[in-house]
């Protein structure tokens, strides 16, 4: 279950990396329209997926409650994408122009989205670390705490 671990990580990377490429293409698409913003919020919703499924597969591996909860982290960090965004709507902005306090706000969804990017990039080690020790442990067989 630990490798499983492994891969459902790596893939909520790969898609934290997809999103910042949609958001690119969202960001640079001329004339701007707000169906270029399609994509990237679609990929909002794999995140969260992926993400849900790495927590299940972390709990299942006995990963730890640190680990697990790193595993949750980019769903809590994905809705406040979510929050930040309906805020800048909520005040006038939209995906094709934004100025004063919604730019602001917006500008803060992609310091947020840099945050979603740490998390699953520690997420990863996390689950390569867990995966290494429990083959070792395999190897050479589970440590003693008090070994003399």
């Known amino acids: 279950m630990r490798k499983v671990f492994v891969i459902t990580s790596a893939l909520v990377l790969v898609a934290v990396l997809a999103q910042f490429y949609l958001a690119g293409v969202g960001a640079f698409t001329r004339p701007a329209t707000a169906d270029a913003w399609t994509a990237h919020r679609a990929g909002a919703m794999a995140i969260m997926a992926l993400a849900l499924l790495n927590t299940v597969v972390a709990a299942l591996a006995r990963a ?6 790193f595993a949750a982290l980019p769903i809590g960090l994905v ?11 909520a005040l006038g902005g939209s995906s094709t122009g934004r ?14 989205g840099l945050a979603v990017l740490g998390t699953a990039i520690t997420g990863l080690v996390n689950a390569r670390r867990l995966a290494a020790r429990a083959a070792d442990e395999l190897a050479t067989g589970p440590q003693r705490a008090h070994a003399a």
């Open 79 to 89: 809705i406040l994408q979510l929050v930040l965004s309906a805020m800048s709507s």
């Open 99 to 112: 100025t004063g306090l919604p730019l602001y706000l917006v500008a803060l969804h992609a310091v947020n």
């Open 64 to 69: 730890g409650g640190r680990t697990i909860a």
